[in-house]
């Protein structure tokens, strides 16, 4: 599945902890567009799309929350709960955010600004596209 966790240098000392997040270096595009999902409320699911090219790496900042992705072909389940990892999500991939932690700060990079267009809401027709092309 084109998905991957990035895992980021973090420069620790007494003080506490720094992660930096540079486009084309640690982060692997352009970075037209940054999002962040805070003050979910219990027993919320959000995503429930596929993008058609948008690329997006996602870190949870502050709490955890669940991931859900699905090629049409498998299903992972991922926990993010560490502000030092990202979660790389390519195009065609369905995700489904869930288990929100009161204090979830979710923080999403994005290589395009926002384009409705660009999404797949249904996911039968997602199935369709992933698995006839
Ligand atoms: C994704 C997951 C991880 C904007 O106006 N600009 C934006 O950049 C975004 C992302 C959203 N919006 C508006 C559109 C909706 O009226 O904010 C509202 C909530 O968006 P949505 O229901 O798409 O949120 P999620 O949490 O279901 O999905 C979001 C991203 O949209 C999506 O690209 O991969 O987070």
């Known amino acids: 599945m084109d998905i991957k966790l990035v895992q980021f240098q973090s420069h620790g000392d007494d003080r ?3 992660v930096s997040l540079e486009e084309n270096k640690n982060i ?3 970075i037209k567009r ?3 999902i805070f003050d979910t409320k219990d027993k919320v ?3 429930l799309h596929a993008h058609k090219k948008l690329k997006q790496l996602a870190i949870v900042l502050k709490g955890s929350c669940r991931f859900t992705l699905d090629d049409g072909k498998e ?3 991922l926990l ?5 990892q990202g979660l790389l999500i390519e195009s065609f991939i369905w995700r489904e955010m869930y288990d929100f932690s009161e204090d979830c700060v979710l923080m999403v990079l994005a290589d395009s600004i926002y ?3 660009d999404y797949i809401r249904d996911y039968e027709e997602f199935l369709q596209v992933v698995n006839n092309g």
Not at 80 to 84: G, I, S, V
């Open 16 to 18: 506490g902890s720094l």
């Open 28 to 30: 692997p595009f352009d």
């Open 34 to 36: 940054v999002y962040y």
């Open 45 to 47: 699911t959000r995503g």
């Open 75 to 77: 299903k992972i389940e």
């Open 80 to 84: 993010l709960d560490n502000p030092a």
């Open 115 to 117: 384009d409705e267009n």
